[in-house]
Nanobody, 119 residues
């Protein structure tokens, strides 16, 4: 079992930046791939960014490519999402998730943190 706790959300003006953190505890963090997802009111949850267990590979949704950066610190057992050039359409609850490298889908989820971008 892996427990995930997000932090760093808040209110920011369009064009601003935020950095989200996801602290993990439980099974060896370094063996899990991690990801960030978001869900806006009335919309389906969508994938934002992912990173493999070592941090050597990252993946992004087209809507955030070039603006968001995912990274991980296995020593601090934390994954980050640096969000720059924020837009009002980035407003959502952001959640981090984890899965074993052998799993086909994300297995563990955090509670989420609210990000609101004002125009």
């Amino acid at each position: 079992q892996v427990q995930l706790v997000e932090s760093g959300g808040g209110l920011v003006q369009a064009g601003g930046s935020l950095r989200l953190s996801c602290a993990a505890s439980g099974r060896p963090f370094r063996t899990y791939a991690m990801g960030w997802f978001r869900q806006a009111p009335g919309k389906e949850r969508e994938f934002v960014a992912g990173i493999n267990w070592s941090g050597s590979s990252t993946y992004y949704a087209d809507s955030v490519k070039g603006r968001f950066t995912i990274s991980r610190d296995n020593g601090r057992i934390t994954v980050y999402l640096q969000m720059n050039s924020l837009k009002p359409e980035d407003t959502a609850v952001y959640s981090c998730a984890a899965h074993r490298t052998s799993a086909l889908e994300y297995e563990f989820w955090g509670q989420g943190t609210q990000v609101t971008v004002s125009s």
